[in-house]
């Protein structure tokens, strides 16, 4: 038996009323999560086929916009670092022959794979010893005079001429006069 405290109903209906309350979510105190099952039926929650087909066709269509502009930018970008090669090589042979280097002319053959930057009065009578050979970046073509000396101590050129870098993003000029003048 239990023990009564004075002042406090033992009535049953009183104890029980709480009890009854907090199993319909009615009592006080939270209640989040604790919904009546026949007041809220259960419903599918996640995403249906035709929402991940969608998302999923939207994605492909922004990736094969992004594809096309990178590879363009791409070209863009390899045909302004190869114009920018050869008109450093052609500058460093320049600036080597007007300072005597070794006493010879110097010059760049551009070949089909490869830059040269040599020591010599032609690529044929050159010091081989002395060659800097450079790759060439194989989306891009070059046409244009294929050797060109700087002569000793004057940097006056061998050839005149237009030297023609192109690739996918278009092309770029590089012009050398026979005072050897390297304009780009």
Known sequence: MQAISPGRKTDKRCSARPARLASQGKAGGSTAGQ??????P?????????????????L????????????????????????D???????????????????????????????????????????????AAFPRFPGVTIAGPSEIVFKSIEGTSNVSGTIIISSGAGSANISLNNEGRINW
């Open 42 to 58: 259960r419903t599918a929650t996640g995403f249906s086929i035709v929402e991940i087909l969608i998302v999923v066709a939207i």
């Open 85 to 131: 090669s050869v008109i450093g090589l052609l500058r460093n042979a320049r600036t080597r022959a007007m300072d005597n280097v070794n006493q010879l002319g110097h010059g760049v053959y551009i070949g089909a794979n490869q830059y040269v930057a040599f020591d010599g009065e032609s690529y044929a009578a050159r010091i081989q010893d002395y060659d």
């Open 35 to 40: 919904g009546d099952k026949a007041n809220f």
């Open 60 to 83: 492909t269509i922004i990736f094969g916009f992004s594809v096309g502009i990178g590879s363009n930018f791409y070209s863009g970008q390899a045909l302004i670092a190869e114009r």
